[in-house]
């Protein structure tokens, strides 16, 4: 999985919730700087949440910028030692509604490597993705939202329904229309039956 561009997150638009993949920190970087950065150059607030290294070590790749804000896992997905999925939904549509308000776009970014450690709350994790699709849609011009995956991180099974919770996906370089993805109600309802 070699090939990333600031093409892919050129071609995103408002309302966007893309998974993409990656293997180790280096390909994440080559996907989440050019993210951010496009989304500063366009006049976005963005917003980036990491795992692998500190959140100081991204904004020097990115660039210090006022709208930038990086933070890292623990403070954001598990403040306590723990995922609350239902305070993360609420962080994330006030940060929408916020934008809403404003007019604006936040540009989101969520290394999601932390769930693959055994913390309370991580069985959430891919019930959380889909509710993520409706906080979205509730607001589709208020955010593009990309989460990041290292597959040497995940099982097969988590990366299948990370496909099915994510209405696009980057791979290979490219911004695709996810044809595994199912809508979060039916999705939900599958996981809950």
């Given amino acids: 999985?070699?090939?990333?561009?600031?093409?892919?997150?050129?071609?995103?638009?408002?309302?966007?919730?893309?998974?993409?993949?990656?293997?180790?920190?280096?390909?994440?970087?080559?996907?989440?700087?050019?993210?951010?950065?496009?989304?500063?150059?366009?006049?976005?607030?963005?917003?980036?949440?990491?795992?692998?290294?500190?959140?100081?070590?991204l904004v020097a790749a990115v660039g210090a910028a006022d709208g930038l804000a990086v933070h890292s896992s623990g403070e954001v997905y598990l403040p306590g030692g723990a995922f609350d999925m239902d305070n993360m939904l609420d962080f994330y549509a006030a940060a929408l509604d916020d934008m809403v308000e404003?007019?604006?776009?936040?540009?989101?970014?969520?290394?999601?490597?932390?769930?693959?450690?055994?913390?309370?709350g991580a069985a959430d994790l891919l019930t959380y993705e889909a509710r993520v699709n409706q906080v979205l849609a509730a607001r589709p011009s208020a955010a593009i939202?990309?989460?990041?995956?290292?597959?040497?991180?995940f099982d097969g099974e988590v990366i299948v329904g990370v496909l099915r919770t994510h209405p696009k996906a980057v791979l290979a370089g490219q911004v695709l229309d996810n044809p595994f993805y199912i809508e979060p109600e039916a999705f939900i309802e599958q996981r809950a039956g």
């Fill in 1 to 57: 999985m070699t090939q990333t561009t600031a093409e892919p997150a050129s071609r995103l638009d408002r309302g966007d919730h893309v998974c993409a993949f990656y293997r180790g920190r280096g390909e994440r970087d080559e996907l989440l700087v050019p993210y951010l950065a496009d989304g500063l150059e366009a006049g976005q607030r963005c917003l980036a949440i990491v795992d692998s290294g500190a959140p100081e070590e």
């Fill in 102 to 120: 404003q007019g604006g776009c936040i540009r989101t970014a969520g290394e999601m490597s932390w769930a693959s450690n055994d913390v309370p």
């Fill in 145 to 153: 939202s990309m989460c990041l995956y290292d597959v040497e991180r």
